[in-house]
């Protein structure tokens, strides 16, 4: 191994970061180095972070390896404590590219970590492409303002803070003319962007200035955003935009009120109904993905099954079911937990749930035509992000944007034939 390899965990902002830290260190002249990028959303997200830095070194004995991600910014004593750990850097001191010079001309601090709290700015930085990927991310956010009672990641990402309109344009049309045919706009609370921005611009006004100022575009996606913060200029950019892709993803949760509640969230399980409800008016194509924890501290049987049930009167499509994870210095934490098995079960009983509505989902495509993006191995996403896959007759190219007709489902994913081979 000579160009540093990285290890990805966690989000897709995460993504978007790694690639920053590819160049960076590309441009450095950085070799025989793996970077471990952890996340800290669970438990078993870490747990798998560790596990990769005891993988690297015993398939790298040579390699340095560096540690960064919100585990590392979290509680970087632990990692720097392990042995097979080289550096351990702050997710502040990950994109700068002095870091990586530093690294590069065998110096840099074993432990660069300062306080996230502080950071008030967030630099834009140039992605030219992502390795192996046809579909790009662009971080147009950092940080959160807001303090669930579940979640750590404040406390790796600090506070809220956006990128400028010019900063995400110039991104966005850099990726386009280079070839890719879909981005998704990415960050840790992606509905706050421009609330520190002069003149608090609003994310359906940034989708809107995304798409005019660079008409080449095709696709433009969401990554998940928070169902109290959707607002009217999001939701006329959802009715009005064929561009921006039929498909949000909610960070619902629980479908309990008190739960919500105790979760510290800012909407009720009514506000999700009327939210999904309102924007199929709107645009009656439109699917939704949801964000699930199962298992919360004080959550009975019957507050779960208020949830649970939420999935079907809400016609959630696609699920990330994660059983609730305590994180050490978060309320939650300290309130009475739930046995581990129960969190499981609850976890897999949503999880089935799922697997039903994406089955009906799946099922009702058939016939129709849709536009599929053509990914690795001849498999891919249409619009509403549903997976499918070109019958076995079929080939076309990778980044092909690809009018298709839905033959069938089979299991999870879509078989689509070519329209069009031009």
Known sequence: MRTPRIVTFGCRL?????????????????????????????????????????????????????????????????????????????????LRPETWRALAAG???????????????????????????????????????????????????????????????????????????????????????????????????LVRRILHEVPELPRLRLSSIDPAEVDSALEAA????????????????????????RMKRRHLRADVLRLVRELRVLRPDLVFGADLIAGFPTEDAAMFARTLDLVEEAGFTFLHVFPYSPRPGTPAARMPQLPREVRRERAARLREAGERMLARFLAAEVGRRRTLLVERDGGGHTEHFAPAR?????????????????????????????????
């Not at 560096?66 to 004593?77: F, H, L, N, R, S």
């Open 107 to 205: 110096g840099g601090a074993r432990l660069q970590v300062a306080d996230i709290m502080a950071v008030r700015e967030t630099a834009g930085h140039l992605v030219e492409g992502f390795d192996g990927r046809t579909r790009a991310f662009v971080q147009i956010q950092q940080g959160c303002d807001h303090r669930c009672t579940f979640c750590i990641i404040p406390y790796g990402r600090g506070p809220s803070r956006s990128l400028t309109v010019a900063e995400v344009v110039a991104q966005v049309r850099l990726l386009v003319e280079n070839g890719y045919r879909e981005i998704v706009l990415t960050g840790v609370d992606l509905t706050s962007w421009g609330a520190d921005l002069e003149g608090r611009p609003r994310l359906g006004d």
């Open 390 to 422: 070109l019958d076995a007759a079929s080939r076309l190219p990778a980044g092909r944007l690809a009018p298709v007709a839905i033959t069938g489902a089979a299991g999870r994913c879509l078989i689509a034939r070519p329209l069009d081979h031009g």
């Open 238 to 261: 959802l009715a009005e935009e064929d561009r921006l892709m039929p498909h949000l993803h909610l960070s619902v949760q629980a479908g309990d009120d008190l739960i919500l509640k």
């Open 14 to 94: 995460n993504t978007f970061e790694s690639e920053v830290m590819r160049r960076h260190a590309q441009k450095a002249g950085l070799r025989d180095t793996v970077v471990v990028h952890t996340c800290a959303v669970t438990a078993e997200a870490e747990r798998q972070a560790r596990q990769a830095i005891r993988r690297a070194r015993r398939e790298h004995p040579g390699a340095r390896i560096v540690v960064t991600g919100c585990a590392a910014q979290i509680d970087p004593e632990r990692y720097a404590a392990m042995e097979e750990v080289d550096h351990v850097l702050g997710n502040g001191e990950k």
